[in-house]
């Protein structure tokens, strides 16, 4: 078996729920259309405020997946 090789792309997820929310919400869309998804990486975390509140988080993140043979 060879090493594997990795392609890295980057996605934002959106949710007015939570930061965990925007992640899951983003690799389960990527997850949709990419084969060999292997991890992630939290590059950013943005949110929206009104009223003194959050409402809406914005996270980007790397995700990593294996390049077939």
């Known amino acids: ?9 980057e996605l934002t997820g959106t949710s007015t729920t939570s930061i965990e929310d925007a ?3 983003a690799i389960a869309r990527a997850h949709k ?6 991890w992630f990486q939290l590059v950013e975390t943005r ?5 003194g ?8 993140i790397k995700v990593g ?4 043979e």
């Open 1 to 9: 078996m060879n090493d594997p090789i990795y392609k890295l792309i």
């Open 23 to 25: 992640v899951d919400k």
């Open 33 to 38: 259309t990419i084969q060999n998804l292997s």
């Open 47 to 51: 949110g929206n405020i009104e009223d």
């Open 53 to 60: 509140k959050v409402r809406h988080w914005q996270v980007t």
């Open 65 to 68: 997946f294996t390049v077939n």
